[in-house]
């Protein structure tokens, strides 16, 4: 799967430990013991991942065409990360795609005129186009991918789900985010907060609600943290305009955790992370199911105990994520959805229709 030896040496690895998904990687099975390993080989990780700097020409012309239009294109994610985390230091930041966030009355437009200007879908029925398009405008955060020869682009009118309880403030975000010249050129970029919450908040989803596990978005926590940037009293206010407490609490938590694991110290204190927490905190901490995407849908607790399903030491886990696509494909909610706006899953044993 991987070219590089490292990914081949047995001592490091166990079976099916790693699966390549969304331009990431899950992480199944990581042994706590070589998790500091781990971080060593992140460049080596990142390579695999691509460097948007690579393709710098094209992101500079893509925000020529929306501003063109009348539209303000913020950079977020890894992209914005390369601005406020990456810029001053020697290396790059991976990335599997290029998100671009912009106002949800300029979502359609946005997508639109990149369509008009080379970039697909990657679908020939038209129909289905049409009707997925319309689904990832009124139900997801993001419209159907767009494809160039060299890159894959994510027009974001929403940065959560239509029906997740916790989500971002875009409108605050967009309000917010400075021009900034950078290693893409001249970009609109979240202020730091707001890009530290998004990350935050970007691993919770993923985890709690998508059952991944992708170890390199909390060297982008470490580096925050310790870079200096982070006030944590600016960064409390900036959470009044978002309804995101528990997601920053988890993130923090977990981060710390991690960071305990690896150097033997705290990453932040247990006073700043009592300020982020709700009052409930430890008690829900350790009781996060195996869930879908919607709130009234588990599947019981999870296999291990809390701290450990970082690591998912056992094969169980491996049931869960079974269970969790079987939910994509299958689960009522779903169907209903496909029925209203009238999409067949191109098939039943893949998340083809899924964008």
């Known amino acids: ?36 390993y781990l971080m060593a080989c992140n460049s080596k990780f990142q390579a695999k ?17 929306l501003k063109k239009n009348q539209i303000k294109p913020i950079l977020i994610k890894g992209a914005s990360l390369l ?21 949800a009355l300029d979502g359609r437009k946005a997508y639109d005129t990149l369509l008009k200007n080379g970039y697909s879908v990657g679908y020939d029925d038209m129909k289905r186009r049409e009707r997925l398009e319309i689904l990832m405008e009124e139900e997801f955060q993001h419209f159907p991918a767009l494809y160039s020869k060299s890159l894959l682009v994510e027009i974001h009118h929403r940065l959560d789900p239509r029906f997740m309880k916790e989500k971002l403030n875009v409108a ?13 050129g ?3 970029i979240p202020n730091i907060y707001c890009d530290f919450i998004i990350l935050c908040h970007h691993i919770y989803r993923h985890e709690v609600y998508e059952h991944m596990y ?28 978002h309804t995101i407490q528990y997601s920053i609490a988890y993130t923090l938590y977990c981060a710390n955790y ?51 399903r970082f690591f998912l030491c056992r094969a169980e886990i491996m049931q869960h994520v079974s269970v969790a696509v079987y939910f994509y494909l299958h689960e009522k909610k779903w169907s209903d959805l496909f029925e209203k706006y009238k999409i067949q899953p191109l098939s039943r044993n893949s998340g083809d229709w899924y964008i």
């Open 186 to 188: 001249e970009q609109w």
């Open 1 to 36: 799967m991987f070219k590089y030896k490292t990914y081949f040496n047995k001592l490091f690895w166990s079976p099916c430990e790693v699966q390549n998904g969304g331009g990431g990687f899950i992480m199944t099975n990581l042994d706590k013991i070589k998790l500091f």
């Open 83 to 103: 601005y406020n985390l990456y810029s001053q230091t020697l290396d790059q930041r991976g990335a599997g795609d290029l998100d671009i966030l912009v106002s």
């Open 214 to 241: 992708d170890v390199i978005r909390y060297i982008d926590i470490f580096k925050y943290i310790l870079s200096g940037k982070i006030d944590f009293n600016l960064l409390k206010q900036e959470l009044v305009h």
């Open 49 to 65: 991942r691509g460097y948007l700097t690579d393709r710098k020409n094209e992101i500079i012309e893509i925000n020529y065409l």
């Open 258 to 308: 991690l960071y305990k694991i690896i150097y033997k110290e705290e990453l932040i204190s247990s006073k700043i992370l009592d300020i982020f927490s709700p009052k409930n905190f430890e008690k829900e901490k350790d009781a996060i199911r195996c869930r879908g995407l919607f709130e009234d849908i588990t599947y019981g607790y999870w296999s291990v105990p809390y701290e450990d």
């Open 172 to 184: 605050r975000i967009i309000e917010t985010a400075t021009l900034q010249n950078g290693p893409l």
